[in-house]
Antibody, heavy 121, light 112 residues
């Protein structure tokens, strides 16, 4: 069974940083594009970042560009999201997703359970 | 950015009856390969979204055949032929034709 397990969420003050991790199991991982999608409480879905299978192409939504950095370690089957300069509007449940292709900017067929990020003073 | 508009916002359906959700994109989602890069997801209460339909018309592995997707270009439809209790939740369409990937606002489906 394919499983994605996110960790690293929590409460952080505005302007602070967090690093999310996503451990994959049951997948080859090195052939998969991966990404992050977030969802505010009671709200809709927002794609925020994707990375290709090799890790040499990364894509970002304008809302996080310049503040968030996606990366991956294929040997550890782990995806990361470094979040800096956090704002109240970044408060959301962050889902790790596996994409249907290796490209890094495609739809997702597997989702983790999510990790909650709360930005508040 | 491509804007995805779903209608209706909510739907109450009697079990065993059909349901239909519309999704319209602000630009055509048809790629040069002929595929429309439109996806449908269902988010059941308290769960992450699950993929139902890929490339507008293809049921994802394990998805019951009561779910079907149609459309191309800018107009797409998800149909449930006979609603079951386990189908309640919020349905989202999403495009991967162009970055940034964008989702519709969601359609909440519940039991009448």
């Amino acid at each position: 069974d394919v499983q994605l397990l996110e960790s690293g969420g929590g409460l952080v003050q505005p302007g602070g940083s967090l690093r999310l991790s996503c451990a994959a199991s049951g997948v080859t991982f090195s052939i998969d594009g991966m990404g992050w999608v977030r969802q505010p409480s009671g709200g809709g879905l927002e794609w925020i970042s994707g990375i290709n299978n090799n890790g040499n192409k990364a894509y970002y939504a304008d809302s996080v560009k310049g503040r968030f950095t996606i990366s991956r370690d294929n040997s550890m089957k782990t995806l990361y999201l470094q979040m800096n300069s956090l704002r109240a509007e970044d408060t959301a449940l962050y889902y790790c997703v596996r994409q249907v292709t290796a490209s890094g900017d495609d739809a997702s067929d597997v989702w983790g359970q999510g990790t909650m990020v709360t930005v508040s003073s | 950015d491509i804007v995805m508009t779903q209608t209706p916002l909510s739907l109450s359906v009697t079990p065993g009856q059909p349901a239909s959700i519309s999704c319209k994109s602000s630009e055509s989602l048809v790629h040069s390969d002929g595929k429309s890069y439109l996806y449908w997801y269902l988010q059941k209460p308290g769960q992450p979204p699950q993929l139902l339909i890929r490339e507008a018309t293809n049921r994802f592995s394990g998805v019951p055949d009561r779910f079907s997707g149609s459309g191309s270009g800018r107009d797409f439809t998800l149909k449930i032929s006979r609603l079951e209790a386990e189908d309640v939740g919020v349905y989202y369409c999403m495009q991967s034709f162009q970055r940034p990937l964008t989702f519709g606002g969601g359609t909440k489906v519940d039991i009448k």
